[in-house]
């Protein structure tokens, strides 16, 4: 029992050191070379859009419209970027002006990642209904 608690003891500090690890090069790659090439890393690493959203609004000055445009230009799935906008509180007006950013700024964006939903949308009225046999502009 000694050998199993001290084993789940060591998995749990190699775990830790390598999660402190990858939040400093995500930091310091940010730091040094902006965050399209940080998210691009964090992407390449193994983390996923929702851990670098966290992280990355936690980062001083970062605008959360250059961390959306960062996570679509790096590859990430539209999907998995709305979840963690939403889970972090960035709104969908943010999102959208990301993805259009992304579109602008790089090569290779997948257009479909993203179909922005219409917050002001308005139907033409119905057309009105054919007049009915027993209607009086039907006699003479």
């Given at each position: ?28 790659t940010y730091v040094q070379a902006g965050i399209d090439k940080a998210v691009e890393n964090a992407l390449k690493g193994g ?94």
């Open positions: 029992m000694k050998r199993i608690t001290i084993a789940c003891i060591l998995v749990l500090i190699s775990v830790s050191i390598a999660f402190a690890d990858w939040l400093g090069d995500f930091r310091d983390a996923n859009p929702d851990l670098i959203v966290e992280n990355g609004m936690r980062l001083d000055g970062l605008n959360p419209q250059n961390l959306v445009k960062a996570l679509y230009c790096a590859g990430a799935k539209g999907v998995d970027i709305r979840a963690a906008a939403e889970k972090w509180n960035i709104s969908e007006v943010i999102v959208a002006a990301g993805f259009k950013k992304s579109i602008a700024e790089c090569q290779d964006v997948d257009t479909q990642a993203y179909t922005p939903v219409a917050s002001d949308t308005t139907f033409p009225p119905p057309p009105p209904p054919p007049p009915s046999p027993a209607s009086p502009s039907n006699f003479r």
